[in-house]
């Protein structure tokens, strides 16, 4: 009987473990219709500046439900990635945008790589809240550093 209830109990535990956020297999279904009614106007600015080897700030945190633009800036000598597979599936993209060049519309990203001394525009609204991992993928820039986290509450 008791063997049983810890059987129980330890399956309840690996369902909430498997059922917390930022391991979502699968990106916002509705992030289309989410993008379309958000209102715009309201929307907050925040940046991201890449250095080597270090995100400022490290820690990155937005509301549910409010429209951003996240300026993600490579103000170092190398290039750099800011890649976040989880919370790209956590959120409702609506583009990312080159000032210069042109944007991309997509139904979410896994990675962003931005060249020494450019900027991108990231439009997106946090859906799933919880605490998701960010780092560089450029050859060992994350060993040296190179690693953030991004906050959805
Ligand atoms: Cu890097």
């Known amino acids: 009987m008791k063997k049983r209830l810890m059987a129980i109990l330890l399956t309840a535990a690996a369902l909430a ?4 956020a930022g391991h979502h297999k ?6 289309a219709e989410r993008v379309k009614t958000a209102d715009w106007a309201k929307m907050d600015t925040a940046t991201v500046t890449m250095t ?11 509301r549910q439900g409010t429209p951003y633009k996240l300026v993600i800036e490579n103000k170092g000598t190398q290039k750099h990635y800011f890649t976040a597979e989880s919370f790209f599936r956590s959120i409702a993209t609506r583009k990312l945008q080159s ?10 990203f896994s990675a962003i790589e931005v060249y ?3 900027s991108l525009d990231l439009y997106f609204i946090p859906v799933r809240q919880g605490t998701y991992d960010l780092h560089c993928t450029m050859e060992g820039h994350a060993g040296k550093g190179m690693k953030g986290e991004i906050r959805i509450e």
């Open 99 to 108: 000032n210069t060049d042109g944007e991309v519309k997509a139904p979410y």
């Open 52 to 62: 080597e080897f270090a995100y400022n700030p490290p820690t990155l945190v937005f």
């Open 116 to 118: 020494p001394g450019r």
């Open 17 to 20: 473990l498997s059922g917390c």
């Open 26 to 31: 699968w990106h916002v279904r509705d992030a």
